[in-house]
Every structure is written in structure tokens, then in C-alpha cells.
């Protein structure tokens, strides 16, 4: 048993969760930063093997000291070996990478993290640099990662298309932990579920207030009812290319309107944790989903695009805000995105790496559309129909590769008698029938008034 | 199983699938295991998140429901939809628009003040509010200027104040106020913004600052990393080459300024002749008013009289001709102080070819060649044009090459005191050259006007001219002589020039009276040396005068050789050109002036009936009927503006003085060569023919064969002016009937010209004058044979986009313009040249 005050970053311990079902779980957490809040100390977990959204501040009524795993310091940790691949929830080699990376750079750090202002990230900074042990293990770790790591030990700045981040060297403890408590927008409050560059002044705010047609930032009630008084936007500042019943789409240009672009990246990011903001928001298109009711049009999620993606990425990042999510909202986007594509005549894919709701949500989209060709497919002169992996990507804009991966995923493709042939089970159509069913939502493509540019003669997008 | 022994083939996007019902393949399940062929695909996860708890158990109940499960669904935190107050707090009713909106670009930029008011500030200007008048809008003014004015450091209250409109007083009060709060504010800025990156590079990996800008770092593909190299390597090329095309499109301006300065100067030089200003003192006038404007560049004032040696009566007919035109159509001789200097004119002269100074006209030839140089005209043409005045003169003045000037980067010595070098005036003896110019020869000195006797004249430093006079015996009959020869023209009275011919007549009456010595001289026995000054005239050209005179010039000019060549008593053709009239300029200009009062009464005739005039003043007009006439004057109009192409052309190949001209012919030999090539020989072919026509014309009126060449081309300048002026629709209307005619002429004569006047010069100057003629050939017309336009057309373009029927006035003018394309056209070939 552990005295509370021997926590530190890097204990691993059972934290009192409770589950969808309302049933309390103690899932092993670890702890990655520590706060002192009138007296109160506070601790930051992250359940091991859980997504980083659910991490949380807890106190520490929740944690179970009787189990506690101090970080040990030669061997590794029991997450590296027993739970392979759980590497969110593994801040050693977080912290590692900070020591590796970042220490070097100490002078920036103090500079940009004034300890007195910000007490969470200041301790959390304090507590990595006063850790000998931590620096000691880390040069002693030799993984590939790590070779990997120290290869590329001077910071450098990330690849400059894309939107996303699949390499996480300037992972940096900050960023691994949220730094907004609450956002309000519009009538929604939003938890957010990553960290994100919102001036570091408002982080220490209870609750950031966000106009929901600008999207700016304001630190309080009073200044957004201020705010509302001379902004007269109603809907997104762009142009509407799609409009069915309530949904629309707009159209904003990430060059001409950037103040509108980097609040509702700022936002963005709030959600989506491979999200990079660390470049401008010029090469791309924002395509903005809202819905109308009388106050205006609310914005339900949005999707990024290059204006010229080298890698057939159609989407770059695609969100539906938390309060329209399990709606339909994300398939409409993603039905939309390969509407424009269908439009520009291309195949694409959503840019990587996916997230774990974006695999499911793309999966799903994928099967749907797929299955929907395959059962409309109809025998001709009593042959057997049949049809090109080919032909379902140009039909659908879906690139051959998730083509192939979710006839795989679905287990259609079989090797029979010489040759490859899709079967359908009764499961497969059953089951998408009945999803079809509950998927109302539909794009319309002749409500979508959308001509593709070509950027590349454009000059600089 | 035998069925596994196969490896199965791999999966072929473009192969047909035929689609199975399950229920129809009973013995699928046999055949799975081969299922291991089809390879997976990544998920496009990362792999440490595909295996997050939640995750799994969402894919594995999907994969066993066929659909999620409410409680299998990835859980995320929670979000609430229940504000209460939002319905206050966003204002009323937005109708949906009918049609899709559509935003203006900058539409949204209103100017409203960033700031947000926020409780305390409502505080503090509800407090204020009592005592002045503030609103919550203004106040959001004030500080969301105060903010935007200060950098890192706030602003200043004598700053706010400059920056704020209101009174001081609330000034005051609201700068305390933000001071104070600014100060307790935690952010850099109490409008709050995201972090910018810092220009040090040190906010890399600062989490919070976002929206870098992108640097000009290109997107290469993946995995190449020779990419970026390369991609650096053409864009050095790339501001390489536009480089090049700034320097390209520099020289292209460079060349067009040095036209127009060309034009210029040619423009004042013609106005200058129209006025009479022959000495330069208008021009000094002029120049001395615009002084305190300091003119960028010195409009040369040369005394019109020094490029026409009309003392030079012996100078063979066609180059005489060509002087005039030269003095017309061409010069630009920036003005050098040295100029003013006496000219000195070696008394041989070296009129003939044979006769040149061998030096002068291989420095012509070089220069020639230099003028193809392209871009190389940055210091040529001025030392070109000082030095290459005239062919004439360049012929005649030894001078052109020696004359002394200041190079860059030279060093000059101090003279050898103690010895006298090895200049060319000084004797072999003496360790010098003994050049034959600098031997003594008789020397008539202008102010005063006498003849010094023997005096030899070396160039000094500076371009001085030093006259070395010598004592002879003969001293006083020199004195004698030369007096008699100065007032000679003033003893023949006016009414005695009827005609040119009669003039010349008495003129060689006249000089042969004189005594023995004078005939020595003139046959060029001994020399005769006279500087010119240019000044003695002025008394003499009145502004009436003035532009009939320019005209007599060109008429006596022409008319002489004409009438030299009829009389059979000169000696100077079958003594190969030597020396043979010694007329001074006075005499000639006297002469000249006479001609000038006749001429102007010659006009008013033409005026009147212009044909009969024309044809009773000109001995050579004797030829024409009427309409034959007209066609003449076609003939002489083509002649002329020919003759003036080629003149300048000459001129310039020779002298250098056509800048733009030169560059012409050198785009023409650099660019067009080949085609150049074709059209001369076309055009030579296709002309002869007819100029057999043209000849026949003119033998009709039984001028010997000798003189086809001159008499045209004096009558054509004698008629230029009054034909012109008068009868330019006539002429015009002619040009359809003698297209031929004119062609011809045209070409015979240019080639005739050029025949003798090339034959001294070297195979360049043939060359040079050769595509000339092939250009001027279908200028000089309005219709041309439609072959021989097209021709044109292919060998250059600009030829048929010359006015054809433009005004008189602008004949010389002409011919530039017809470079100007030219010239743009080589510009646009060098810009195609570096684009590719």
C-alpha cells in the first residue's frame, strides 16, 4: 500500500471506471501527470488498452494503491511484454521519447510551459526531467523503435502534406494529454477527447465557449453573447454545393478563409487524435456538414480534403461532432466524399491512419456499398453474374485496395475450383439488409452542384 | 488433398468474379483452407491502437451480430445537448435561403472589433458609462485597437492616444483600465489567438503553436529522396533562365531606347535642315535653354555642312548622291568636343576607291562585323559612330581612326620629351612612319580665309589637329591664289545658274583661268588641305531658303554627276577619280543657294503644273510623257526610298551610324540567313527580267548606258520633294500601273550602286547590302508581285506590314519603322530562345 503522495508519472495501478453499462470496472491505468489543485492532488490516467479519449483526471479515491506498479527501471514494463501493441497506454515510452527528443532542448521547454501559470503541464514537465532513472532506461532500451527513435533524435519539422500524423516523434507529454475540459457550442457541451492548440491561455477555463457558425473562441458566456452581437454568420462562410431536406454542404476553401478553417481545426482536433495542425490549413478543402433549423445551420461534422492529394486521398480528416455521432452523420460524409470523387472522376481513400471509429465507420460504409452492388447484380441469360474488382471501383470512387480489404474483411472472396469467385452468405445479406434498412441517410447526388478545380494549375493551391 | 497442392493464383483486379450464393456452393467449405492465398490488407490503423480493447470487441461483435451491438460500441466521452440558455442567447429566426448560398470572396470581413467584452469589462464601462458616453461597442473598439497596436511591449498612452479617436479623458480611463487587466491577463494578448511560430525556429516542437506557415519545401513522392535534389537543381535552372530572360528583355529595351535616340536624332537633324541650321547655332540656342534641365543625353550639334563634302565635286557621282541621302535619312554623332575641331580633309582625297587609305576601310569591314554582335553594343556604336560618320568622309578623313579617345582602364603616359616617337608624320629619319598623309601640302586656312602655303596637319592628343606650316616660295602666290579661288563664285552672278549644267559649266570655265598651280592641285598633283568651319554660312541661309536649299543639295548633289559625266572634258573618269574639282564650300554653297532660289521657284511651278516643270528643270526628266512620267515618278519614288534603305544601309554597314538598321542586318544574317539567301536569289531573278524592261525604258530616251544608274537616281531625288508633296495620290495611283517598272528599277540601280561602291569595301559590305536590297525590293511597292510578297513574307515578316502608301514626309522614317518590327521581332526570337 502506497501513500498517495508516492504517486508519480509512471505508476500503473487499477482505477475505478465505469463502464457503458454503468457497471464499475477497475481497469489497470497508468498515471502520466499529476496535479496539486487547493490541496487536492489529481491525477491523470490512462486506461491501458483503452482508447486515449477515455483518459481523465481522477482523484485519488479511485485508485486502487493496494496494486500499484511503481515504473521499474531496467526492465520493461509489463505492458511492453504482456500487452503488445497497447501503445497508447504506454507513457514510458512517451516520457522516454520526451527525454530522448526533448530534453536537449530544455531551454524551449521552460520558455513555453511557465510552470507558476500552468501547474498541470509544468509538474508533469518537472516530474519527467527529475526522473534519472527514466533516461537511464530509455538509453538502455534497444528496440527497433527505439534505434528508430534515436535516428531521427533531432526535432524536425513533419512532412508537410496530409493532415495526419502516423509518426508521433514530437509526441511530447503535452499533447498526450487533453487540455480543454469542456467546450460549448452552440446548445452542446463537448467533452473533447484530445489535446489541441487552443491559445494556452483559455486551457485553465472550466468551459471554452465556441460561436457555432464562426466557431471562434471566447472565454466566457458574456463574451460570446457579445460575440453573437456582431457576427451575423449563420452558416458556414463558404459556398453551399449540396443541399437535401435539412442537410447541406459547404464548400470553404482553406487558403481564402482561414480564420474559419484554423477554429474549426482547432475544434477538429478536440476529436481526432492523429490530427496535425502544425502546418497552415492552405492546401486544403474543408467540406462542412450542417443542419438546418431555424436558428441557422448547425455544423454536424466537416472532412478535410487536399486540393491535390499525391496519394489518392480523398479525405484527409473526417469528423462528426460528438452529439451527432451513431446517427448516420459519418456515412453520409463518407458517402459524400465519394460523391465529389465520383465527380472528379477519381478513386480515392481516406488518408492514414485511420482511427478506430474511422475504421469502423469506413468498414461499414465500404460493406454497405459494396454488397449493395453485389446483391443488385443481376444474371444475365441464367450466367452467373459477375463483375471486376475493377468495375466495383470505378462504380463506387472506392479505391481497389478497400475494395479488396473489405471483401476480405467480409469474407466474400473465395478460391473455388481454379478461380476466385464472391460468395454471399445468408448471414451477410441478411444482416445488410437489415442495416440498410436503418440507413435513411443518403446523399443524393443530384442535389450536389459541385465542379472540381484542378489546383495544379492554380500555381499555390 | 490434391485440391491444396496448387498454390492459388493471385487476385486479378481486372478478372471477373462471378458472385455465389452461398446456398448454391454446398461444397465451399472444403476449398477455405486455400483462402490463405488471398492475401489481408492492413486496416490503415496503427497498429498499436487496431488492438485497443474496444475496438476488438466492436469488430468481433459486428463480425458475429452483422451489426454492432449498443453496448459493443466504442465508448467515447460524453457530450450534453441540453443548454438552456442557448435559445437567448443566439438570435431569432434564420430563413433558409432558396438557393444555395453562395459567398462573396471578402464578404466576410467586417469590421468589427475582435474583442470580446467580457463581465468585469461590463463593469467597468457600466461605471464609466455615468460619467461619459461609452458604449460596449466602443469600448471593444478601444481595446481591440489598443491590443492590435501593441507588440510585446503594450502600447503607450501618448501611442493610445494616436491610435484611439475619443477624447482624452476617456482615453485615459479606458488605457488604465486595459493596462491594469492586461497585466493580470495570462496570455500574451487579451484578444486570445493561437501561438505563432517563431522566426528562430525554436517553436518546432511547441505543441501550442499551430497554422505554420508552409515553407517553399516541395512535395516530393515518397521514398525518393534524389527527388528534392533534383527539384532544387530546376529551380536553380529555372532562375537561371529567368534570369536570362531579364537580361534578355533589358538588352531588347537597351536596343529599343538607342532606336529611338536614333529617331531622335534624326528628327532634330531633319528640323534642322528644315531650319537652316547648318552651323548649330539654333541647336547651341536650344541646348543652352534646356541646360538646367541637363538633357540625359547630348543631342549632338554638329554642323550639318560636315558630313556633306561637297568640295569634293570629284567624289564619284553615286557616292555624292549618297551623302545627300546620308544627310537626310541617317546620322546620329553624339556630340564630342573634338568635333568642333577643323575637319581636315586630305587633299587626295582618296576619292576613288583605289585611292583609300587602305586602313579605313577594313576598319569598316571590322566594324561591320562587330555591328552582327548582337548584344556588343553597349560602347561600339558610339566610338562606331564618332569614327564612322560617312563613308565618304570616312574615306576622306584620316582622322576617324586616330582620333584620340579616353578608354577605361587605360593608362596614359606623359609624353617623351626628348624624343619625337615614332609618330607618322615624322620623317623615317626620325624613327617615324613618313606617312604619305602627313607630307606638306597646300593648306587654305577658313578664318581667316587664306591659303597659308605648305603646311602639314598631325593629329595630337585629344584630336587637335597641328598645322605644321612650312616656307616655300611660292608662299605668296598661295596667298594670291587662294583668294582669287574664295571670291571666284561671288563673280559669277546669280541669273547665270539657269541650270545646273550651266553651272557647272562656268564653274569649270572658271577654274580654268586659273593658274597652274590651281591646275596642279586639282589634278592632285599637289595636294589641298582646308578645314572646314561651319560656320561661315550663317549669313547665308535665311529661313526660306533653307528647305528649298536641303533640296538643291540633293539636286546639285545628284544633278552634278550627271552633268560631270555628260561632259566629256573631265579627266577625272579616265584618271580613276582623282582630284578633280577644287571647289571650296563657299563656292559650293554659294552655288548651292542659287540652285536653292531657282529650286524654289521651280516649285512654285510644280505646284502648278508639276510635270512640265519637273521635266524642263531636270536634264535627266527629258525621257518621260506623260503617263510614262507619272510611272517615273513612281520609279524615282521607289528609287528613292530604296535608295535611302540602301543608302543607310550602306551607310551603316560602312560607318556604323545605323544602330538599329545594323541590327537588322545582323538579325537578318543571324536569323534569317537561309531565308535571306532564297529571297536575294529570287529576288535577283525574278528582277532581272524586268529590269530589262526598266532599261529599255530608259535607253528609249538615248541616255548612255553609263548613266542609268545616276540619272534615275538623280532625278529621283531632285523629284522626291515637289512629287511628293503634290502628287502623292498620283503617285500612288501609279504604283499599279509601273509596279514592274519600279521593281526593276529599283533593283538595277541598287545594284548598280552597290557594284560600284563595293568595289573597294570587302565581301562583307556585299554581303551586307545584299539582303538589303532583297528587303527593300518589295518595300518600295504597294503591290507587289504576290510571289515576290510572299517572299517577303518568309523571309521577314514585317516587310509586308509597312505602310506601303505612308506620307513623304515620313519616307526615311519609313524605313525605321519597318525595323521596328524587325527589331521586336528579334527581340521576341531571343525571348523564344531562352523560353525553350
Known amino acids: 500500500m502506497a501513500e498517495v503522495g508516492e504517486i508519480i508519472e509512471g505508476c500503473r495501478l487499477p482505477v475505478l471506471r465505469r463502464n457503458q453499462d454503468n457497471e464499475d470496472e477497475w481497469p489497470l491505468a497508468e498515471i502520466l501527470s499529476v496535479k496539486d489543485i487547493n490541496g487536492r492532488k489529481l491525477f491523470y490516467v490512462h486506461y491501458i488498452d483503452f482508447n486515449k479519449r477515455l483518459d481523465e483526471w481522477v482523484t485519488h479515491e479511485r485508485l486502487d494503491l493496494k496494486k500499484i506498479q511503481f515504473p521499474k527501471k531496467e526492465a520493461k514494463t509489463p505492458t511492453k511484454n504482456g500487452l503488445p501493441g497497447s501503445r497508447p497506454g504506454s507513457p514510458e515510452r512517451e516520457v522516454k521519447r520526451k527525454v530522448e527528443v526533448v530534453s536537449p532542448a530544455t531551454p524551449v521547454l521552460s520558455e513555453t510551459a511557465p510552470a507558476s501559470v500552468f ?276 462504380i463506387t470512387s472506392i479505391k481497389k485496395e478497400d475494395v479488396i480489404s473489405t471483401l476480405q474483411y467480409l469474407n466474400l472472396i473465395n478460391y473455388y475450383k481454379g478461380q476466385y469467385i464472391l460468395t454471399l452468405s445468408e448471414d451477410i445479406v441478411d444482416g445488410h439488409e437489415r442495416a440498410m434498412l436503418k440507413r435513411l441517410l443518403r446523399i443524393d447526388s443530384k442535389c450536389l452542384h459541385f465542379t472540381p478545380k484542378d489546383w495544379s494549375k492554380r500555381g499555390k493551391w | 488433398m490434391s485440391k491444396l497442392s496448387f498454390r492459388a493464383r493471385a487476385l486479378d483486379a481486372s478478372k471477373p468474379l462471378p458472385v455465389f450464393r452461398c446456398e448454391d456452393l454446398p461444397d465451399l467449405h472444403e476449398y477455405a483452407s486455400i483462402n490463405r492465398a488471398v492475401p489481408q490488407m492492413p486496416t490503415g490503423m496503427e497498429k498499436e491502437e487496431e488492438s485497443e480493447h474496444h475496438l476488438q470487441r466492436a469488430i468481433s461483435a459486428q463480425q458475429v451480430y452483422g451489426e454492432k451491438r449498443d453496448n459493443m460500441v466504442i465508448p467515447v466521452p460524453e457530450a450534453e445537448s441540453n443548454i438552456a440558455y442557448y435559445e437567448s442567447i443566439y438570435p431569432g429566426e434564420f430563413k433558409m435561403p432558396k438557393q444555395l448560398i453562395h459567398i462573396q470572396p471578402f464578404s466576410l470581413d467586417a469590421e468589427q472589433p475582435d474583442y470580446d467584452l467580457d463581465s468585469e469589462d461590463e463593469v467597468f464601462v457600466n461605471k464609466l458609462k455615468k460619467k461619459m458616453d461609452i458604449c460596449p461597442l466602443q469600448f471593444e473598439e478601444m481595446i481591440d485597437r489598443l491590443e492590435k497596436g501593441s507588440g510585446q511591449q503594450p502600447v503607450s498612452l501618448q501611442e493610445a492616444k494616436l491610435l484611439l479617436k475619443e477624447d482624452d479623458e476617456l482615453i485615459r480611463e479606458v488605457y488604465e483600465y486595459w493596462i491594469k487587466k492586461r497585466k493580470t491577463c495570462r496570455g500574451p494578448s487579451l484578444i486570445p489567438s493561437v501561438k505563432q511560430e517563431k522566426r528562430d525556429g525554436s517553436s518546432t516542437n511547441d505543441p501550442y503553436v499551430a497554422f505554420r506557415r508552409r515553407t517553399e519545401k516541395m512535395q516530393t513522392r515518397k521514398n525518393r529522396k534524389n527527388d528534392e535534389a533534383s527539384y532544387e537543381k530546376m529551380l536553380k535552372l529555372r532562375r537561371d533562365l529567368s534570369r536570362a530572360v531579364t537580361i534578355l528583355e533589358m538588352i531588347k529595351r537597351r536596343e529599343k531606347s538607342k532606336r529611338e535616340l536614333l529617331h531622335l536624332t534624326l528628327e532634330i537633324m531633319e528640323k534642322r535642315y528644315n531650319l537652316g541650321d547648318y552651323s548649330g ?159 606638306y601640302c597646300l593648306t587654305t586656312l577658313t578664318v581667316p580665309q587664306r591659303c597659308i602655303g605648305f603646311a602639314r596637319r598631325r593629329v595630337g592628343r585629344g584630336g587637335r589637329v597641328f598645322l605644321d606650316r612650312a616656307h616655300s616660295d611660292y608662299d605668296s602666290v598661295f596667298r594670291h591664289l587662294d583668294l582669287e579661288m574664295l571670291s571666284s563664285p561671288q563673280h559669277s552672278p546669280v541669273n547665270q545658274f539657269a541650270n545646273t549644267s550651266e553651272t557647272n559649266t562656268s564653274d569649270r570655265s572658271f577654274s580654268k583661268d586659273l593658274s597652274q598651280i590651281l591646275v596642279n592641285i586639282k589634278s592632285c598633283r599637289w595636294r589641298h588641305f582646308r578645314p572646314r568651319t561651319p560656320s561661315l554660312h550663317d549669313s547665308d541661309s535665311d529661313e526660306l531658303s533653307s528647305r528649298k536649299l536641303y533640296r538643291s543639295i540633293n539636286r546639285t548633289g545628284t544633278a552634278q554627276p550627271g552633268t560631270q559625266t555628260c561632259s566629256t572634258s573631265t579627266q577625272s573618269k579616265s584618271s580613276s577619280g582623282s582630284t578633280h574639282f577644287a571647289f571650296t564650300a563657299e563656292q559650293y554653297q554659294q552655288h548651292q543657294q542659287q540652285l536653292a532660289l531657282m529650286q524654289k521657284q521651280q516649285l512654285a511651278q510644280i505646284q502648278q503644273q508639276q510635270a512640265n516643270s519637273n521635266s524642263s528643270t531636270n536634264t535627266s526628266q527629258n525621257l518621260a510623257s506623260n503617263q510614262q512620267k507619272s510611272g517615273f515618278h513612281l520609279n524615282i519614288q521607289g528609287l528613292e526610298r530604296t535608295l535611302q534603305g540602301f543608302v543607310s544601309k550602306t551607310l551603316d554597314s560602312a560607318s556604323a551610324q545605323f544602330a538599329a538598321s545594323a541590327l537588322m542586318t545582323s538579325e537578318q544574317l543571324m536569323g534569317f540567313k537561309m531565308k535571306d539567301d532564297v529571297v536575294l536569289g529570287i529576288g535577283v531573278n525574278g528582277v532581272l527580267p524586268a529590269s530589262g524592261l526598266y532599261k529599255g525604258l530608259h535607253l528609249s530616251s538615248t541616255t548612255p548606258t553609263a548613266l542609268v544608274h545616276t540619272s534615275p537616281s538623280a532625278a529621283g531625288s531632285a523629284l522626291l520633294q515637289p512629287s511628293n508633296i503634290t502628287q502623292t495620290s498620283s503617285s500612288h495611283s501609279a504604283l499599279s500601273h509601273q509596279v514592274t517598272a519600279a521593281n526593276s528599277a529599283t533593283t538595277q540601280v541598287l545594284f548598280g550602286n552597290n557594284i560600284r561602291l563595293t568595289v573597294p569595301s570587302s565581301v562583307a559590305t556585299v554581303n551586307s547590302i545584299a539582303p538589303m536590297n532583297a528587303r527593300h525590293i518589295p518595300r518600295t511597292l504597294s503591290a507587289v508581285p504576290s510571289s515576290a510578297l510572299k517572299l ?41 530562345m531562352e523560353v525553350t
Open chain 2, 792 to 832: 517577303a513574307t518568309t523571309a521577314n515578316c514585317q516587310v509586308s506590314k509597312v505602310p506601303s502608301s505612308s506620307s513623304v514626309d515620313s519616307v526615311p522614317r519609313e524605313n525605321h519603322e519597318s525595323e521596328k518590327p524587325a527589331l521586336n521581332n528579334i527581340a521576341d526570337n531571343t525571348v523564344a
Open chain 1, 119 to 394: 501547474p498541470q503541464n509544468g509538474s508533469a514537465r518537472r516530474a519527467v526531467a527529475a526522473q534519472p532513472g527514466r533516461k537511464r532506461k530509455s538509453n538502455c532500451l534497444g528496440t527497433d523503435e527505439d534505434s528508430q527513435d534515436s535516428s531521427d533524435g533531432i526535432p524536425s519539422a513533419p512532412r508537410m502534406t496530409g493532415s495526419l500524423v502516423s509518426d508521433r516523434s514530437h509526441d511530447d507529454i503535452v499533447t498526450r494529454m487533453k487540455n480543454i475540459e469542456c467546450i460549448e457550442l452552440g446548445r452542446h457541451r463537448l467533452k473533447p477527447w484530445y489535446f489541441s492548440p487552443y491559445p494556452q491561455e483559455l486551457t485553465t477555463l472550466p468551459v471554452l465557449y465556441l460561436c457555432e457558425f464562426c466557431l471562434k473562441y471566447g472565454r466566457s458566456l458574456k463574451c460570446l453573447q457579445r460575440h453573437l452581437t456582431k457576427c451575423d454568420l449563420r452558416h458556414p462562410p463558404g459556398n453551399e454545393i449540396y443541399r437535401k431536406g435539412t442537410i447541406s454542404f459547404f464548400e470553404i476553401d482553406g487558403r481564402k478563409n482561414k480564420s474559419y478553417s484554423q477554429n474549426l481545426c482547432l475544434l477538429a482536433k478536440c476529436f481526432l487524435d492523429h490530427k496535425t495542425l502544425y502546418y497552415d490549413t492552405d492546401p486544403f478543402l474543408f467540406y462542412v456538414m450542417t443542419e438546418y433549423d431555424c436558428k441557422g445551420f448547425h455544423i454536424v461534422g466537416y472532412f478535410s480534403k487536399e486540393k491535390e492529394s499525391t496519394e489518392d486521398y480523398n479525405v484527409a480528416c473526417i469528423l462528426t461532432l460528438p452529439p451527432y455521432q451513431r446517427r448516420g452523420y459519418g456515412k453520409l460524409l463518407i458517402e459524400f466524399s465519394y460523391e465529389l470523387s465520383k465527380v472528379e472522376g477519381k478513386t480515392g481513400t481516406p488518408e492514414k491512419p485511420l482511427s478506430d471509429l474511422g475504421l469502423l465507420s469506413y468498414r461499414s460504409y465500404w460493406s454497405q456499398t459494396i454488397l449493395e452492388i453485389l446483391m443488385g447484380l443481376k444474371s444475365e441469360s441464367g450466367e452467373r453474374p459477375q463483375i471486376t474488382i475493377n468495375e466495383i471501383s470505378e
Open chain 2, 281 to 439: 547655332e539654333i541647336m547651341c540656342e536650344v541646348m543652352a535653354q534646356r541646360q538646367p534641365m541637363k538633357p540625359t543625353y547630348a543631342v549632338p550639334i554638329i554642323p550639318i555642312t560636315n558630313s556633306s563634302q561637297f568640295k569634293h565635286q570629284e567624289v564619284m557621282d553615286v557616292k555624292e548622291f549618297k551623302v545627300n541621302k546620308q544627310d537626310k535619312a541617317d546620322i546620329v554623332r553624339p556630340k564630342r568636343k573634338y568635333e568642333k575641331k577643323p575637319k581636315v580633309l586630305p587633299s587626295s582625297a582618296a576619292a576613288t576607291p583605289q585611292q583609300t587609305s587602305p586602313a579605313a576601310l577594313p576598319v569598316f569591314n571590322a566594324k561591320d562585323l562587330n555591328q552582327y554582335d548582337f548584344p556588343s553594343s553597349d560602347e561600339e556604336p558610339l566610338s562606331q559612330v564618332l569614327s564612322g560618320s560617312s563613308e565618304a568622309e570616312e574615306e576622306n578623313d584620316p582622322d576617324g581612326p586616330f582620333a584620340f579617345r579616353r578608354k577605361a582602364g587605360c593608362q596614359y603616359y606623359a609624353p617623351h620629351l626628348d624624343q619625337t616617337g615614332n609618330w607618322p608624320w615624322t620623317s623615317p629619319k626620325d624613327g617615324g612612319l613618313g606617312d604619305v598623309r602627313y607630307r
